[in-house]
């Protein structure tokens, strides 16, 4: 699985790159702005070497504002096939929610807190990389904090609100029934219900599991 990191600080971008190898990843090029990373995706685009996943901090030079971000949307217009999943310090709503508003696969935002959690972290990529989704709880419950306002999800029990934040953040619904210590045919059952009451018709359980998170997110 091949990696390009973004990361202004040259010491935390060699620590993802070790952190990563570690863990069998090839690490193909580090970077230290938006620019840099574009310009070297591209380049690997042309060599036909393009990389299975970006691991990128949301500000970097010039301004350390939005740089890394706006160049990781960029980069989803351009190469859809490649994962994406940023760093953060903070949860940055207005970031996160520029990132998904378009298509979820491949797609995270993680809190840096988080890469010290190495295990997790490293999964996330390897999730993103597959076309997963990697989504920092503490982002989830600050961007849908708002939409405990909205009618769309009025209908939905707490307990379905809490799988559906779990989902979320990526979770397969296994992952979803050890963390809540119920049955799998319980978590099944209240996807099941959720898709209902979202008014999602069944047209592949991949698909409408999108549309529930995306209604989730943007309600």
């Known amino acids: 699985m091949r990696v390009v990191i973004a990361e202004d600080s040259v010491l935390l971008r060699e620590g993802l790159t070790r952190l990563l190898t570690d863990r069998g990843l ?95 972290f490293a999964d996330a990529v390897v999730r993103v990389a597959g076309g997963g989704t990697a989504l920092d709880p503490e982002v989830v419950q600050q961007l849908i904090g708002r939409s405990r306002k909205s009618d769309v999800l009025s209908g939905l029990t707490p307990r379905e609100r809490e799988v559906l934040g779990l989902m979320a953040e990526g979770r397969t619904n296994a992952a979803v029934a050890r963390q809540l210590v119920v049955s799998d045919g319980a978590v099944e059952k209240h996807v099941s219900n959720i898709f209902l009451k979202l008014g999602l018709a069944q047209s592949g359980e991949d698909h409408r599991r999108v549309l529930a998170v995306l209604t989730y997110l943007n309600s």
Do not use: F, N, W
Request: negative net charge; proline residues 4%; charged residues 25%.
């Open 26 to 120: 090839e690490v193909v090029a580090g970077v230290g702005d938006g620019e840099a990373l574009l310009r070297t995706i591209h380049e690997l685009a042309t060599a036909d070497a393009l990389p299975d996943v970006v691991v990128a901090d949301v500000r970097m030079p010039p301004t350390h504002t939005d740089e890394g971000i706006r160049a990781c949307v960029t980069l989803r217009g351009l190469y859809p096939q490649v994962g994406v999943l940023v760093l953060s310090q903070y949860v940055e709503e207005q970031y996160a929610s520029e990132l998904l508003a378009g298509s979820t696969r491949g797609v995270g935002y993680l809190l840096k807190d988080r890469v010290a959690e190495v295990r997790e």
